[in-house]
């Protein structure tokens, strides 16, 4: 086993069950469906619901992951319960559930106040950053939010 395969064994050493993280954001018409599809309601689009969910899934590791390691979407299974408009504060929880060898599973809510708006599991796969842009062909940004 080389270098990298020894490193991967490793990747996940410092990720503890009951990690968790949030991310907030105030619903803006950029982030709302109505914005993406013609003729829609301006709420909070699922697909932005989910992504503040991985960026706090995300957010819950990163720090613990070994220099060079970066956690990525793997599997979403979410609910979208209640609607809400532009102007709201959502909260995105995520909580660190069950550890596999190369990935690890997070609980996520998202919240409206006091209305949880969805639910879910999301899992991330660890990976060797430049192995992957290598593999892929891709190349990391040096800004970005997750």
Excluded at 45 to 62: D, N, Q, R, V, Y
Excluded at 65 to 79: A, C, I, K
Aim: aromatic share 6%.
């Amino acid at each position: 086993m080389g270098t990298a395969g020894k490193n991967d064994m490793y990747a996940l050493d410092n990720i503890r069950i009951g990690m968790t993280a949030e991310h907030t954001v105030t619903v803006t018409l950029e982030m709302t469906v109505g914005h993406f599809v013609a003729n829609m309601p301006q709420v909070y689009a699922t697909p932005m619901m989910i992504l503040h969910m991985e960026i706090a899934s995300g957010s819950a590791i990163a720090a613990h992951l070994p220099e060079g390691f970066v956690s990525v979407g793997m599997d979403v299974n979410v609910r979208h319960l209640a609607a809400t408009p532009v102007g709201r504060k959502v909260r995105a929880l995520s909580r660190v559930v069950q550890i596999d060898s190369k990935c690890v599973v997070f609980e996520v809510e998202a919240w409206d106040g006091d209305r949880k708006i969805g639910d879910g599991t999301h899992r991330r796969g660890i990976v060797n950053a430049l192995e992957f842009e290598k593999r892929f062909g891709v190349r990391r940004l040096t800004t970005g939010v997750a």
